[in-house]
């Protein structure tokens, strides 16, 4: 526990550790403030009304738009059943900006930023220390090498756990005063009538699965940062790889063998409304592949890293 704690104290010793997180918390910010800048105001029933009657508008002129196709011509009637549905029950217009939208904005920008500032950290945590040279010294503490490196990877993903969790109650405390925190109505039509539905938000399926993807990519750069005494080429790997990767796999997804790369089973394809970049994947297959790959990577890390000669 001590050795996690020196780790955790080295890193935040750094100006860069407290740069990126300025940086999240500043992208919170601006997020917030762009919702709430281009926010329409449907605070009364008056606004909202208002806010319907103009769709309501909107869709009758273009229904009188010359060359509609049948398709057209239907989408917009059922717009149009759906605004009047909404004007009878007071509901926000279509364009409302509710606290559900912000939040789910909110975490996928937070993860994606926590999860590549965290791979920045899990990258170079290590090899910084060969860098520098100050991994000579480390290694004459009394302690198993085993013991040294997985107190940095445990650094490190705390790091990202801290920065995930003080953005994202700060994002959601303030959204919770800005903006609409009424149940989101999700309508459709069914055979000619108005069906409305309260759309369930899971945020807990979107953490669990981002962060597991996130983790894998902290794996993934920890394991560079321990192969390479430079923290530049670690880290630039790692970089280059995660935002290549799906393209990578798109390009081999016609070959059997590409469902075995690592890329092609990023959970976050599994989250509602996404599709998997190769059409026969399951979760539990690509929760398989991902053990499978932590191990190799892991393994990779810790066999190198209490093997590697230090003494030149």
Known sequence: MQYVKNEWIKIWAQKNAWIMFGIVLLGVAALLGANKYFEIDQSTPELRQKANNEWLAHYKGLLDSPGMVEEDIQYFNEEILMTEYRIAH???????????????????????????????????????????????MLLTRPAARWKILLSKLVASCLYGAAIFVSSIAVGILVSFFLFNTDPVALLSVVDGQVVAQTLETNYAQTILLTSVSMFMTILFAFMLGTLFSSST??????????????????FLAKYDFAKFIWFANDLTQFLPGTAPIIPDLSLN???VVNIVYAIIFLAVSFTYFTRRDVTA
Not at 103 to 130: D, K, P, R, Y
Not at 233 to 250: N, Y
Request: proline content about 1%; aromatic content about 8%; glycine content about 6%.
């Open 233 to 250: 080429l670690a880290v630039s790997l790692s970089l280059i790889l995660l935002f290549m990767g799906t393209t990578i796999t798109v």
């Open 285 to 287: 297959f690509a929760i």
């Open 90 to 136: 007071d509901l926000p217009a279509v364009d409302a900006t509710m606290f559900q939208d912000v939040v789910n904005q909110l975490l996928n920008f937070i993860l994606m930023l926590v999860g590549i500032f965290t791979m920045v950290i899990a990258a170079s945590i290590v090899s910084n220390e060969f860098g520098t040279g100050t991994i000579k």
